[in-house]
């Protein structure tokens, strides 16, 4: 079965970390771009990340610039979301996708609140 797990999403305070993982099965992971999107209740998808196949090359949102590290173990055919300095403003539903968005996750609930 295709898939895409993500994980690692919870509640955490202003200024906190999270790091989000997105475990990749049934495709050849390896081969893909891979995404990070997010979307919060009543608004549309906002591009957070992404990282090519071979992890050399990686893109941010300006929202997340210097706050976010994507990265990835294509040993492990995981994606990763390192979330430092997180805002409120971070509150959202997290999602990997590949880079052509054939596949998506189930996403995984941030929310940054004191």
């Known amino acids: 079965e295709v898939q895409l797990v993500e994980s690692g999403g919870g509640l955490v305070q202003p200024g906190g970390s999270l790091r989000l993982s997105c475990a990749a099965s049934?495709?050849?992971?390896?081969?893909?771009?891979m995404t990070w999107v997010r979307q919060a209740p009543g608004k549309g998808l906002e591009w957070v990340s992404y990282?090519?196949?071979?992890?050399?090359?990686?893109y941010y949102g300006d929202s997340v610039k210097g706050r976010f590290t994507i990265s990835r173990d294509n040993a492990k055919n995981t994606l990763y979301l390192q979330m430092n300095s997180l805002k409120t403003e971070d509150t959202d539903m997290y999602y990997c996708?590949?880079?052509?968005?054939?596949?998506w996750g189930q996403g995984t609930q941030v929310t940054v609140s004191s």
């Open positions: 996708a590949t880079a052509g968005g054939y596949v």
């Open positions: 990282i090519n196949s071979d992890g050399n090359s990686t």
């Open positions: 049934g495709f050849g992971f390896s081969s893909h771009g």
